[in-house]
């Protein structure tokens, strides 16, 4: 059933902008004819509505919770009762959703914004490249902004753009502090759901301030022992923009999961479609390495990012093999030194070294005396 059909049965429609325990705060649509009286009541009568008659704080009907329907930041939702003094309501139906991500958990997403420094903390290639799979991955549009522009040179500015012009992408270069460039970034999140990812410390929160002058989201400072940032947002909440849209902060954390399938992970290097839209390899189930006949394999500069990203991606599936195996002779253990890097080892067996009760031994004993009368 579509949103045109739920505002002609007189259904109030209707967006989850944030998810707290079993409360649900959802934003109404304001083309519905119920909502323009209401706001019309409020401008006449402030005292007598409280809260904004287009923000009600909501729960869950019961018979979703029995169908096992998952209420996310992002749904398109249908509200029953709602108690326009106390700010309340009842989420009744979940619309089909056209998008959904797993981390951060959110629907209905338009496009992904990635935001990296250039200096403070510095950009790391490597760093950024696994944040542009992890948002290829979605199937999302991608749109990179590079924040604090202000402390390089237009030389150095240029020669970043050169190189991310060859792996694939147009970044914009902005800088919150001195309001470079903000406008334009603004423009391409008008009237669509955004999410905004990146490391700790970059500028998410400072640009989203910039954005929405009447947010004033905690603004964290750059570690000077790591030279990262540390993190200010907790949970996922979406804003409504200024010229329309709506904007998904999201929690930062600086080495997104390499959980995809490792042979579709290709695919999410643009460089790599490139050569892949016109050629084709031997096999088709070709990994890229040391195949023959491979038309990827070769000298561009994301394919050493592509090898860690395989082996990342392989060692991933394998542990969920493994997982499913219960007798399995191998587990996985972390590296504590190097770019979040795992290996296999032989697993010990179960409790072969674990010395035996006197509980157990005196149980052996008797069972021997048994077998002896």
């Known amino acids: 059933m579509t949103g045109e059909n739920f505002v002609e049965t007189g259904q109030l429609l209707g967006t989850v902008l944030a998810v707290q325990a079993n409360f649900y705060r959802v934003q109404l649509d304001e083309k519905d004819e119920e909502m323009r009286e209401i706001r019309e009541m409020r401008e006449q009568d402030p005292p007598h509505l409280p809260h904004p008659p287009h923000l009600l704080l909501c729960t869950r009907r ?44 959110i629907a209905n997403v338009n496009q992904i914004l990635l935001v990296f420094a250039v200096a403070d903390p510095p950009l790391e290639p490597y760093q950024l490249s696994r944040f542009l799979i992890k948002a ?22 240029q020669q970043i753009s050169d190189r991310l012009l060859g792996w694939g992408y147009q970044p914009i270069f902005i800088s919150v502090k001195d309001g470079i460039n903000t406008d334009q970034a603004a423009k391409y999140l008008s009237n669509k759901v955004t999410v905004i990812a990146g490391p700790s410390g970059v500028g998410k929160s400072s640009l989203i301030n910039t954005l929405i002058d009447s947010l004033q989201l905690r603004v964290g400072e750059v570690s000077g022992k790591l030279a990262r940032g540390r993190h200010t947002t907790r949970h996922i909440e979406l804003f409504e923009l200024p010229n329309g849209g709506l904007l998904a902060d999201t929690p930062g954390f600086n080495q997104p999961d390499m959980d995809c399938n490792p042979e579709e992970l290709i695919h999410y290097f643009p460089e790599a479609r490139k050569r892949l839209a016109v050629a084709s390899c031997r096999f088709s189930d070709c990994l890229h390495r040391d195949e023959p006949e491979c038309v990827v394999r070769g000298e561009w500069e994301r394919y050493e990012h592509y090898l860690e990203f395989l082996d990342a991606a392989i060692a991933h599936q394998t542990q969920l093999h493994q997982q499913a195996d219960p007798e399995s002779t191998m587990k996985l253990k972390s590296k504590s030194k190097g770019k979040g890097q795992s290996q296999y080892e032989p697993k010990l067996e179960s409790k072969k070294y674990r010395r035996i009760s006197r509980k157990t031994q005196l149980q052996d004993l008797q069972e021997l005396y048994r077998d002896e009368e």
């Open 62 to 105: 019961t018979r979703l919770k029995k169908i096992g329907q998952q209420v996310m930041v992002g749904d398109r939702v249908v509200v029953e009762e709602p108690d326009w003094a106390g700010g309340r309501g009842a989420i009744a139906d979940v619309l089909p959703r056209h998008s959904e991500l797993d981390r951060p958990a």
């Open 136 to 157: 290829e991955s979605t199937g999302l549009d991608v749109l990179l902004c590079l924040n604090k522009s202000d402390l390089i040179s237009p030389q150095e500015q």
